[in-house]
Each structure stands twice: as C-alpha cells, then as structure tokens.
C-alpha cells in the first residue's frame, strides 16, 4: 500500500520547488505491494525543438497512467516492472529543482528498499539519460541508453527488443512522436511483450521550462483496452496531427492571419480526408471572410458527409461565426 505521503504528493501534482526535491530525497518505501506493470518503453528528446516525450506498450490494462511522464522544460521518465510509480513525479521534481537524470535516479533508487524489482528509464531536459533495470525483474529484460533515449522492456518474448527499439528511434527522420511510434511497432516486431497486446500510449511535452501544463502538453494519447494497441495508437497519432493542425487554424484566426489559417484548415482536411468537421470549419470560415464561392463546394461535401451540419448553419451567425445575412444562410444550406 502507497503511503499517505506518496498519495498527496500525486494529487498536488508534480512540484517544482526545492522543497519538493528535498521531500524525494529525505522519502523512505516501506510495505510496498509487488504490483505489476510489465512491458516495453522509451523516453526521449529531440535536440532540435527540446520536445521530451514517453510511449509505452503492454499486455495490461490502461498502462500509460502509471508508467510514463513528462513535464516540459523539465524531463520524461518511465517506470515500470513491478512499479513504483512514485518514481513519475519525484523524478520530475527532482529534474524541476536542478538535479540531472542520473542523480535523479540514483537518489531515489537509494531509499528504495525494492530496487531489485523495479526498471526505470529517465532522461533530463539536456539529454541526460539513465536506466535501471533490477535483477529481479522478470527474463527476458533489457535495456539500452542513446544518445537522447532510453528504452527498456522486460517480461519480452526475447531480450532483442531494446536493440530493435533504439535502431528504429535512430534511424527514424520523423518528429519525437513519429520516433517513438516506430520505436515501439519495432518492438512488437521483435516479439513484444511474452503475455501479448492490451494497451499503448505516448506523452510528448513541449521543450522550454516553465510552459504552462495545458500549453506545453503536444501528444497525450491512450489506447486503454485493444486487441492490437500499437496499431491504434498509430491511428490516433494521425487524427492528433490533423486536429493539431485545425488548433493552428483556429490560432491563426485569432491572430487575424486568415491565409494561415484557410492554409491549416486545408491541411487539416489532407490529413483527415473522412473527417467531415475539419471540412466544415474551412467552409465556414471562407464564408466568414467574404469567399463564399470557395465555401460552397467544400459546405456541400460536409452536409454530404454530415447532414446535420446543415442544422447547424443557421444557428452560426448568433456566436458570430458567420455574417448575419438570411441570403447567404439560405443559400449556404441549400447547396446539395
């Protein structure tokens, strides 16, 4: 059982203060339950925009809430095995107040009196990286340290999915996501997780310290319970990048640049060509500006798709999102 120290800690959230640190230091585990969380992860960064990031796979239910972390600015850790899943937010408080990623873990594996089970992979804001994998922790295990990742697996069908995890991280041009992604499909190539395929996730936190939660969080998906988890992280990974771009759309907007955001909405579409919403914005938004013979087309295709966005069209010029204009609304929802 968590102690009640351990539980107020999770619930204030991952503190950034000197005295948060020094609680991780000064913190001591005793009568901790055994409890499982097997499986196969990678934290990362990449040099070039700071991104930190975390993507695990396991034969278990809903292993993301526990197993990876990130904070921007700050670092990403993984911990798994038989978890400690304090290891999450002391670590990041411990990176958020100055120390490194291996001081980090080398403190908090000292006061653990079950090290010789745990796997833990962390990794700073600098690209400092450290792993641990107990001797106790179930064969096959591995692990591996590179330049800018950790991976680290156990409970394996073989102990060559590190190998397979660090050679697909390297060898991938995409983004930090798209590199973990082909991080964890080379794993499951290489034989998994002994017990199978349940569920999946990936973290991606922006790179600069002190960025808000709600800001500095890119990626946060979850594949809860599947029969093939990496392949619908895959897919989610995909929908994210097509509702990221609509976000910048919107953005844009805000920021009065309608070509940048007529441009996002586009690529929004590109990239989700049967989401009919991403569809409707751009149409609504040509409208809005005047380009009305842009929007029609693309307002067909969406009531094509969705006819209750016909409904809604009427309703857009009471928020301001169309011209309050009874010709135009009338012949937008007569297009067919």
């Known amino acids: 059982m968590r102690t009640t120290i351990i539980l107020a800690m999770i619930l ?14 000064d913190f001591k585990r005793d009568n901790i339950a055994l409890r499982p969380a097997h499986t196969y992860s990678i934290v990362a960064r990449d040099p070039v925009s700071g991104q930190l990031g975390a993507a695990v796979q396991s034969h278990w239910f809903s292993v993301g809430k526990d197993v990876i972390w990130a904070q921007p600015g700050v670092g990403a850790v993984a911990t798994q095995s038989f978890i400690e899943v304090s290891y999450g ?68 069908e073989n102990a060559t999915v590190c190998e397979a995890m660090a050679d697909a991280f390297s060898a991938s041009k995409e983004d930090l996501a798209g590199r973990m992604m082909a991080a964890l499909e080379a794993a499951q190539n290489a034989g998994g997780d002994i017990r199978g395929k349940q569920s999946a996730a990936m973290l991606v936190v922006e790179g600069e310290k002190g960025t808000p939660v709600w800001k500095g969080r890119l990626v ?25 771009k609509m976000t910048q759309g919107d953005d844009f907007m805000t920021a009065g640049e309608v070509d940048k955001a007529l441009a996002a909405y586009a690529d929004a579409e590109v990239m989700m060509p ?17 380009r009305v013979d842009e929007s029609l087309p693309l307002f067909k295709k969406a009531f094509a798709m969705h006819p209750p966005w016909r409904k809604l069209v009427p309703r857009l010029p009471a928020s301001g999102l169309l011209p309050d204009d009874k010709a135009l609304i009338d012949k937008i929802v007569s297009m067919r």
């Open 220 to 244: 946060d998906l979850r594949v809860e319970d599947s029969v093939d988890p990496i392949k619908e992280l895959s897919r989610l990974l995909k929908v994210s990048r097509g509702y990221t």
């Open 89 to 156: 937010p002391l670590g990041l408080a411990a990176m958020a107040a100055g120390k490194n990623a291996r001081d980090t873990l080398q403190s908090l594996l000292d006061k653990d009196e079950h090290q010789d089970v745990r796997q833990v992979g962390m990794i700073d804001a600098d690209g400092v990286t450290a792993v641990h994998t107990g001797d106790k922790a179930i064969i096959a295990h591995c692990n591996m340290l590179g330049e800018n990742f950790t991976v680290q697996a156990n409970l394996m």
């Open 274 to 290: 049967e989401n009919h919403e991403a569809v409707f914005w751009h149409a609504a938004t040509l409208a809005a500006r005047g």
């Open 12 to 25: 204030q959230g991952v503190a950034t203060t000197a005295s948060s640190f020094a609680f991780a230091a």
